[in-house]
């Protein structure tokens, strides 16, 4: 997959821009996890990676998009820095503030909190070793936060909190924290006060390299599993080892037949598991004979014991039955991907990312397929992909674009159909995110948006990393 050049990015002069949405006074918040301000509309937070803040070069900036019966717009917003008050740390050239995003309810408040990474952050004479942070939610939005427990044993360069997952992984009925770099992986454990930060926290062994993390339950039993797709020599598409809380401890799985670097976990066949998906978007070569050529994507089903190693999963590409376009080099199909139930008939659906689609001319313009859960699985009929070019969706398909640069599936107008948010990194050289309505009949171009870094006044690479 080639990679776009960085190009420069606009500055920030300010650490926190608003226009901010706030409950009613009487109103109780939502407890919704990406409700930042409790207002009952689940919120969207993309990264602006390579921002500048004053003088810092790609200090990173985080833009929360707050939700409503119309969704998102330009107006109710916040860009959120390290320069921003009450916000840990100081923006500095390189942080990449908001190479990872997570959200959950840390602090038992009722308001989502954000977990921010800032992969590029450095300590003392040690650079890029990383950092993680969470911004906590209240009525007036996201406000103020708290440093999560730096490790000692940290690498130069190992991108800590480049992967970052929220869920209840040891089922105390308190939400938790993991981060993950290329050296280290750590649990931060709840309850989480706003003062000293997580309960305790301790670095995950059994692991090798890996930058990613996927959160969800596959067994059902409330407790969510923790996903680590990580490299390995001879295997250069992902070992993927999951974890699972037993009662008295977490035991550790392999699914030695399961290729990818990245994923989502949702309930495609509605049969109370949470599913596993894993984008393995690489090309197949000496190295990596597995795959298809342009990407793909794969469903392990879960269960009451995770997702059976020996089970044969359910394989989607662009060269499948219905699904449109064809596998070509580099499309990069399954880079991204997210789950949500976009038509409300109780099966979570897919949004599967091809950034480097080709589209007519325009290279490296990007694609979005959706495809449908159903009682039998994921299936490839009703499939649809969208790129700016299709009728309805704002913008025009142009090179480096990367329309899927990263994509979300969350239902940000409380109408009960997860709504599509698609980041375009490359949009006019600095990005952009697109949302398309979720509908009884599937996704919808009608009310389609398109928001670019230029109208919300931030820098570089916005729309790299949207929170899940």
Same mark, same amino acid.
């Given at each position: 997959m080639r990679k776009r050049p960085l190009l420069l990015a606009a500055t920030l002069t300010t650490g926190l821009l608003t226009a901010l949405p706030a409950t009613s006074a009487s109103a109780a918040p939502s407890g919704l996890a990406g409700d930042f301000n409790g207002d009952g509309y689940r919120d969207v937070a993309v990264s602006a990676l390579c921002t500048d803040v004053g003088s810092a070069s790609c200090a990173g900036a985080v833009v929360v998009l707050y939700g409503s019966s119309s969704g998102v717009s330009a107006t109710r917003k916040a860009v959120i820095t390290q320069n921003s008050p009450g916000v840990p740390g100081t923006a500095e050239a390189g942080d990449v503030f908001g190479s990872s995003l997570a959200a959950a309810d840390l602090d038992r408040d009722g308001y989502s909190d954000l977990v921010v990474?800032?992969?590029?952050?450095?300590?003392?004479?040690?650079?890029?070793?990383?950092?993680?942070?969470?911004?906590?939610?209240?009525?007036?939005?996201?406000s103020g936060g708290k440093g999560l427990p730096q490790p000692s044993t940290l690498s130069e360069w190992g991108g800590f909190s480049h992967g970052a997952a929220t869920g209840d992984f040891d089922g105390d009925g308190d939400m938790d924290v993991t981060l993950t770099g290329q050296s280290h992986t750590r649990m931060y454990l709840g309850p989480f006060t706003r003062t000293g930060g997580p309960l305790s926290h301790y670095g995950v062994g059994e692991l090798g390299s890996t930058y990613d993390v996927i959160a969800g339950d596959l067994t059902g039993d409330g407790a969510a599993e923790r996903v680590y797709p990580f490299g390995v020599d001879g295997d250069s598409g992902g070992d993927i080892r999951y974890y699972r809380w037993t009662g008295g401890g977490y035991k550790f799985t392999a699914l030695?037949?399961? +290729?990818?670097?990245?994923?989502?976990?949702?309930?495609? %066949?509605?049969?109370?598991?949470?599913?596993?998906?894993?984008?393995?978007?690489?090309?197949?070569?000496?190295?990596?004979?597995?795959?298809?050529?342009?990407?793909?994507?794969?469903?392990?089903?879960?269960?009451? %014991?995770g997702p059976d190693p020996a089970q044969q999963p359910t394989v989607v590409h662009q060269?499948?039955?219905?699904?449109?376009?064809s596998g070509?080099?580099? +499309?990069?199909?399954?880079?991204?991907?997210?789950?949500?139930?976009? %038509?409300?008939?109780?099966?979570? +659906?897919?949004a599967v990312a091809a950034p480097g689609e080709d589209v007519g001319a325009a290279t490296e313009a990007g694609s979005v397929t959706v495809l449908f859960g159903s009682a039998s699985g994921l299936k490839t009929s009703g499939s649809k992909s969208y790129t700016q070019n299709t009728a309805g969706v704002p913008g025009t398909a142009e090179s480096w674009d990367r329309f899927g640069s990263a994509v979300d599936l969350t239902d940000i107008t409380k109408d009960g159909k997860a +709504?599509?948010?698609?980041?375009?990194d490359g949009e006019n050289g600095a990005g952009g995110v697109w949302t398309l309505r979720g509908s009884s009949a599937g996704l919808t171009t009608s009310g389609a948006q398109g928001l670019t870094a230029t109208v919300l006044k931030v820098g570089n690479n916005f729309g790299s990393v949207i929170a899940q």
């Open positions: 990474g800032s992969s590029g952050e450095s300590i003392g004479d040690r650079d890029g070793i990383g950092s993680g942070t969470v911004l906590w939610g209240s009525k007036s939005g996201l030695p037949n399961a +290729d990818g670097l990245g994923g989502s976990i949702a309930d495609i %066949n509605g049969d109370g598991y949470g599913d596993l998906v894993l984008g393995d978007s690489s090309d197949p070569n000496a190295d990596k004979p597995g795959g298809h050529k342009g990407g793909q994507i794969t469903v392990w089903y879960g269960g009451p %014991n060269d499948s039955t219905n699904v449109p376009g070509e080099t580099d +499309d990069g199909f399954g880079m991204y991907v997210s789950t949500g139930d976009i %038509n409300g008939d109780g099966f979570a +659906d897919v +709504d599509l948010t698609i980041g375009v």
